[in-house]
T-cell receptor, first 113, second 116 residues
């Protein structure tokens, strides 16, 4: 079974600084999809960024970018120029063909003013 | 476009009572998912539907839980009878699969259920 591991239960960053959240996953498949979701205190799950495994280029969405290392099965999220509104739980997720998205346990990010 | 809509946002009920959670997926989405989130177990997939048909309900904890999707724009998750250990946040999510899609799921705001 596919598993997703987020080894950092909590992280903190100074406002305007950069922070990287780690995620590793276990799979024997070659085609799959990876996601980062943000869950602020409102508890709404918000899609931050997606990565298709067949794409070598790392995905970027404004201040959010990923470092996708397929051989190492690693998928980290980098947040640049951190803002107070970035404070939230961040979940890494793996999905193959829409039948069972697997989530990590989450990393709680605190942004210090 | 409206996102996934869930109701109620909060539900407080007494043990033994029936609870019904409701979800309206994003229009045009052909997959619908029900998740449960707790501190202890994180996000768990309970059941998902494709074109209104239940595909996998192996995550449903026990017979007290049931889910239906009578049409493409509405689904319910029912707990009868409810127990304190059912207290959690229940999310509905939907997605649309087409050639080249990335299978991302879009979540509703969740229903916080408290069973006393």
């Amino acid at each position: 079974a596919q598993t997703v591991t987020q080894s950092q239960p909590e992280m903190s960053v100074q406002e305007a600084e950069t922070v990287t959240l780690s995620c590793t996953y276990d799979t024997s498949e070659s085609d799959y999809y990876l996601f980062w979701y943000k869950q602020p205190p409102s508890r709404q799950m918000i899609l931050v960024i997606r990565q298709e495994a067949y794409k070598q280029q790392n995905a970027t969405e404004n201040r959010f970018s990923v470092n996708f290392q397929k051989a190492a099965k690693s998928f980290s999220l980098k947040i640049s120029d951190s803002q107070l509104g970035d404070a939230a739980m961040y979940f890494c997720a793996y999905n193959r063909y829409n039948n069972d998205m697997r989530f990590g346990a989450g990393t709680r990010l605190t942004v210090k003013p | 476009d409206a996102g996934v809509i869930q109701s109620p946002r909060h539900e407080v009920t007494e043990m033994g009572q029936e609870v019904t959670l409701r979800c309206k997926p994003i229009s045009g989405h052909d997959y619908l998912f029900w998740y449960r989130q707790t501190m202890m177990r994180g996000l768990e997939l309970l059941i998902y539907f494709n074109n209104n048909v239940p595909i996998d309900d192996s995550g449903m904890p026990e017979d007290r839980f049931s889910a239906k999707m009578p049409n493409a724009s509405f689904s319910t998750l029912k707990i009868q009878p409810s127990e304190p250990r059912d207290s959690a946040v229940y999310f509905c999510a939907s997605s649309r699969v087409w050639r080249g899609s990335s299978y991302e799921q879009y979540f509703g705001p969740g229903t916080r259920l408290t069973v006393t």
